[in-house]
Each structure stands twice: as structure tokens, then as C-alpha cells.
């Protein structure tokens, strides 16, 4: 089935991701990038997806857009349910390439921004015409009421003189407009829900925290869900309500932001945080979590975290997976020391 018209209950999330596991074929033989992920996005809140490089996390938001590419597998059992304003739900998983259900999703239901941003634009384009194609397919305007919604939009980001810079091509701008211009694109068709990947890593800070800044008070406005991907702690801090921290593939903390970063439960959320320079350790030496993240085709046994993690237990830690514990709070850790009949650390 492609898209269910059921009713939606009150309490059901625009977005919701259960059991999602993903693998490519290799030349050395198939791999598990991402295992068992699951998530919820709520209208208005900000999902923060923390993780090192090869996390898994893009991976896992890509295939919420079915962008995946032919030599990866979304497996049996992996649910991503996307319900609509309208009511329709859509199972994500299970939509055909090219089906009509899937162009509706992912122009007008749910938008991407990523780190690059001519990987969003046509270098052949002005920037006006590529959001005026997307206002008129996804939201039904004419050509000059959708001319006027992209200044108005290009306004909205933050871009000065934005009836002159509508007409230039994306090379034209520095960029940091051209950031605050593919925000403004992603924007353009009306999505409920906007995935954020590493959208402010290439920017100097100083425009990074303009950028975050405008991200947060559009999200406030127009009520969207957002997921923002980033591998800094720091960023979550500022912008999201939720986090889920992503090792080799699974979630292995998740809860409230504040909570998390205020007193994080698992070794690799510490470590995350503990190579975060702030104004009150200046002079304290920043402890990177050490070692690397290995390969999900050398996946270690047990707690995929061992070799890393200075609390390991010998004899259980490398030999068996922690399950997730629930805790108080909507709080989750996957980790031996916070298992049932264990003492916390
Ligand atoms: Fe460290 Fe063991 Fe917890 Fe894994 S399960 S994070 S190795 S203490």
C-alpha cells in the first residue's frame, strides 16, 4: 500500500520511523549501515540527529526522501509512516519509484536542505526562476503571485535587496546568501517537515549562528517539523527540542535536548560533548572521543562502542549488545551500565 487515507489519531506524529534498517551491496559483500533505527518528529519540534561522520545519519534521513541510490536495500520490517495536514498518511517505505505519491511527498510535504548548497540549485538558473517552478507546482500559483512569494521568501532568510537577487544565478551570490537562498528554495514549496543536513557546517560562525537563528524562528512561524543532522553537540544545544544520538548505525541515546546535553547517559554522548570547547574551560584541554569510527563492514561484537568506550565491562561489553532501557523523562540509553539491575554510572 502507497498512502492510506486512515484517520489520524490526535497524539500521532507528522513523521514517524520504526525499526528502519538499511543495507548496501559492496564489492566486499553487503553491509548494515543502519540498524533498527527509530524516531518521531512532532509538528513544531526539531529532531537534532547527533553523530560522527558514517553514523549513519544521512543515510537514514535520505531514505526518508527515497534517495537512496540502486545498491541499497531498505529492509523487511523497517517502517517510516508520514502522515499529511490532510490526513493522509503516507507509508514511506513502501512507495513506488516515480509514483505520484512520492513527488507529492518530496516537493510539497517534505523539503531537504544540505551542506552544499548548488547541490540544491541548477547552475543554469536564476534563483528566482528554480523557486517560482517550485511555488507554482506544489502550492498552485500563478507566475506573479509565485514571483512575489519568492521576494517575499528571499526577505524571509534574510537576503538584502531580494527583488534584484532573485533575478542572479547561484554563483552570483557569496555563500552565505546562497545558504540563506537554498533555505529560502527548500522553503518555497510549503513543507511540513524540512531535514537539515549539516546545513550550517561550511559557514563561518558568525553566519552560522545568523543562519541557525533564522532556521529556528521560520520553524516557529510557519509550525514545521524539523530533523537537523549535524555532528556537533554545540548546534543541538542551540536549535533542538529533541536529540537521538546515532553510533555505527543505531540510536544509542535519545530524549529532551536540554536533558541529554545536561547530563548524558551513554559513554560516546559524554565523549561528544567533552570535545566541545566552551567559555568556561577555555584553558582545559578538549578530550576528542578516542579512536575512530570503524566501518560497518568491521562492525565490532557486542556494544559496537567497545574498542572506544573507557567504561567498557570485561567479559560483557564486547561480548553481547546492550538492548535499549527506557528511562524516566521519555529518555532512552543503549548501554550496559544503565541496563535493568544495573546501577546507573
Ligand atoms: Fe561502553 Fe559497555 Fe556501555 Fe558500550 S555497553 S557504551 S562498551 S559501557
Same mark, same amino acid.
Given at each position: 500500500?502507497?498512502?492510506?487515507?486512515?484517520?489520524?489519531?490526535? &497524539?500521532?506524529?507528522?513523521?514517524?520511523?520504526?525499526?528502519?534498517?538499511? +543495507?548496501?551491496?559492496?564489492?566486499?559483500?553487503?553491509?548494515?549501515?543502519?540498524?533498527?533505527?527509530?524516531?518521531?518528529?512532532?509538528?513544531?519540534?526539531?529532531?537534532?540527529?547527533?553523530?560522527?561522520?558514517?553514523?549513519?545519519?544521512?543515510?537514514?534521513?535520505?531514505?526518508?526522501?527515497?534517495?537512496?541510490?540502486?545498491?541499497?536495500?531498505?529492509?523487511? /520490517?523497517?517502517?517510516?509512516?508520514?502522515?499529511?495536514? +490532510?490526513?493522509? &498518511?503516507?507509508?514511506?517505505?513502501?512507495?513506488?519509484?516515480?509514483?505520484?505519491?512520492?513527488?507529492?511527498?518530496? /516537493?510539497?510535504?517534505?523539503?531537504?536542505?544540505?551542506?552544499?548548497?548548488?547541490?540544491?540549485?541548477?547552475?543554469?538558473?536564476?534563483?528566482?526562476?528554480?523557486?517560482?517552478? +517550485?511555488?507554482?507546482?506544489?502550492?498552485?500559483?500563478?507566475?506573479?503571485?509565485?514571483?512575489?512569494?519568492?521576494?517575499?521568501?528571499?526577505?524571509?532568510?534574510?537576503?538584502?535587496?531580494?527583488?534584484?537577487?532573485?533575478?542572479?544565478?547561484?554563483?552570483?551570490?557569496? /555563500?552565505? $546568501?546562497?545558504?540563506?537562498? $537554498?533555505?529560502?528554495?527548500?522553503?518555497?514549496?510549503?513543507?511540513?517537515?524540512?531535514?537539515?543536513?549539516?546545513?550550517?557546517?561550511?559557514?563561518?560562525?558568525?553566519?552560522?549562528?545568523?543562519?541557525?537563528?533564522?532556521? /529556528?524562528?521560520?520553524?516557529?512561524?510557519?509550525?514545521?517539523?524539523?530533523?537537523?543532522?549535524?555532528?556537533?553537540?554545540?548546534?543541538?544545544?542551540?536549535?533542538?527540542?529533541?536529540?537521538?544520538?546515532?553510533?555505527?548505525?543505531?540510536?544509542?541515546?535519545?530524549?529532551? &535536548?536540554?536533558?541529554?546535553?545536561?547530563?548524558?547517559?551513554?559513554?560516546?554522548?559524554?565523549?561528544?560533548?567533552?570535545?566541545?570547547?566552551?567559555?568556561?574551560?577555555?584553558?582545559?584541554?578538549?578530550?576528542?572521543?578516542?579512536?575512530?569510527?570503524?566501518?560497518?563492514?568491521?562492525?565490532? +561484537?557486542?556494544?559496537?562502542?567497545?574498542?572506544?568506550?573507557?567504561?567498557?565491562?570485561?567479559?560483557?561489553?564486547?561480548?553481547?549488545?546492550?538492548?535499549?532501557?527506557?528511562?524516566?523523562?521519555?529518555?532512552?540509553?543503549?548501554?550496559?551500565?544503565?541496563?535493568?539491575?544495573?546501577?546507573?554510572?
Amino acid at each position: 500500500m502507497t498512502a492510506l487515507n486512515a484517520p489520524i489519531a490526535a &497524539a500521532e506524529p507528522m513523521l514517524r520511523v520504526e525499526n528502519l534498517t538499511i +543495507s548496501f551491496r559492496t564489492d566486499e559483500g553487503p553491509i548494515t549501515p543502519v540498524q533498527g533505527v527509530g524516531f518521531d518528529v512532532s509538528e513544531g519540534r526539531t529532531l537534532g540527529l547527533v553523530g560522527e561522520s558514517g553514523s549513519g545519519k544521512s543515510v537514514s534521513t535520505k531514505a526518508l526522501m527515497r534517495l537512496l541510490p540502486g545498491s541499497a536495500t531498505i529492509e523487511r /520490517g523497517s517502517r517510516m509512516r508520514y502522515v499529511a495536514k +490532510s490526513g493522509e &498518511a503516507f507509508e514511506i517505505e513502501a512507495l513506488r519509484a516515480g509514483s505520484r505519491a512520492l513527488r507529492r511527498l518530496r /516537493g510539497g510535504e517534505i523539503g531537504m536542505i544540505f551542506q552544499e548548497p548548488m547541490a540544491s540549485f541548477s547552475p543554469v538558473y536564476t534563483i528566482g526562476n528554480q523557486m517560482i517552478e +517550485s511555488i507554482r507546482l506544489h502550492r498552485g500559483m500563478n507566475a506573479r503571485e509565485a514571483r512575489d512569494e519568492a521576494v517575499e521568501m528571499l526577505t524571509k532568510v534574510g537576503i538584502s535587496n531580494p527583488e534584484g537577487r532573485v533575478d542572479q544565478y547561484p554563483h552570483e551570490l557569496s /555563500g552565505g $546568501m546562497r545558504q540563506r537562498a $537554498m533555505i529560502a528554495l527548500a522553503l518555497s514549496a510549503g513543507p511540513r517537515l524540512l531535514i537539515a543536513d549539516e546545513p550550517t557546517t561550511a559557514l563561518d560562525v558568525t553566519i552560522q549562528a545568523q543562519v541557525l537563528a533564522l532556521m /529556528g524562528d521560520l520553524q516557529r512561524d510557519l509550525g514545521m517539523g524539523l530533523i537537523f543532522i549535524t555532528h556537533d553537540l554545540g548546534v543541538i544545544a542551540q536549535i533542538a527540542d529533541d536529540v537521538a544520538v546515532m553510533y555505527l548505525g543505531a540510536i544509542v541515546e535519545r530524549g529532551p &535536548a536540554r536533558e541529554v546535553i545536561r547530563s548524558p547517559r551513554h559513554p560516546y554522548t559524554r565523549g561528544l560533548l567533552d570535545a566541545i570547547p566552551t567559555l568556561d574551560r577555555l584553558d582545559a584541554r578538549l578530550k576528542p572521543v578516542p579512536g575512530d569510527i570503524p566501518s560497518p563492514s568491521q562492525r565490532p +561484537s557486542g556494544c559496537a562502542f567497545h574498542p572506544r568506550c573507557a567504561q567498557a565491562i570485561k567479559g560483557l561489553c564486547e561480548r553481547k549488545a546492550p538492548e535499549e532501557t527506557q528511562m524516566p523523562g521519555g529518555r532512552a540509553v543503549r548501554c550496559w551500565l544503565h541496563a535493568e539491575g544495573r546501577s546507573a554510572a
